[in-house]
């Protein structure tokens, strides 16, 4: 029987730690790292038709689509912002705009060659997770207005995308067999991953005594009387994070 790993609740609080837990649970290695390096001109070549792709689908449900209607900052477009979802098209500056963001994304993912677990690009991947909750995350983000998004769309958006680079990899015929396999498996591995670094800032976890990030998680939880039921509900997440910290923390000693 192989050794136990041991891994300390607590521990995961802080992103290296959780980053090579992450990693050893789910076996991301340097391997699955080249692989995606690899794929990075086939994907870059398409990066423009994924992009359309991605943001076709968002607008396609009213749900997404209205993240998309306010104006940022630095636009200076005539006709940046909308009024409704029925406004957004691929050509609307708004959209324009996030396809930007998300290209940029896209090319980090494939052109990170430092898979150590202290690497600055977890980190980032970190705060792309922070910057949807209606935090600032990044420094540019501190002050614009708040952009939250909920977990559920970040979720299916990441399968979404997994699904859409799972089908371009394994329709380029310029690529065989073993090396589709390696970078379809690369890519699942590290989209869990970046599933992971969203999740952490949206959930209750009583075992790491951790809460979700976003003024609207916050009010949920220290709501006071405009709703008794969820300021209870509050209360009882912090006291039960409380308490298993209490009591772990003298288990140990």
Known sequence: MSKIAHVD?????????????????IQFTDEDGTAIQAAGPLLSQLLPIILDA???????????????????????????????????????????????FLGQYLVKLVSNKDWSDASPFWRYLDLVGVMHTGEP?????AKRPELRVEFIHMGLLLGWVEDLIAK????????????????????????????????RHYVV???????????????????????????NAGSLVLAVGAAVLFL????SK
């Open 205 to 231: 976890d009583p075992a790491t005594g951790s809460l979700p990030k976003g003024s609207e998680a916050k009010k949920l939880l220290l709501a006071t009387s405009a709703n008794s039921t969820y300021a």
């Open 168 to 199: 371009t990899v394994l329709e380029e015929e310029s690529l065989d067999l073993q090396t589709k396999t390696k970078v379809v498996r690369a890519f699942n591995k590290l989209l869990w991953i970046q599933n992971d670094l969203f999740a």
């Open 9 to 25: 609740p607590r521990s995961l609080n802080e992103l290296i730690s959780r980053v090579h837990y992450l990693k050893s649970f």
């Open 248 to 251: 772990h923390s003298h288990h």
């Open 54 to 100: 991605v943001y076709t689908h968002l607008l396609s449900f009213d749900i997404t689509a209205k993240a998309f209607l306010p104006k940022q900052p630095e636009q200076d477009e005539a006709g940046a912002g909308a009024q409704s979802v029925e406004e957004l098209s691929l050509n609307h500056p708004n959209i324009k705009h996030r396809k930007n």
């Open 137 to 141: 995350g990044f420094k540019h983000r």
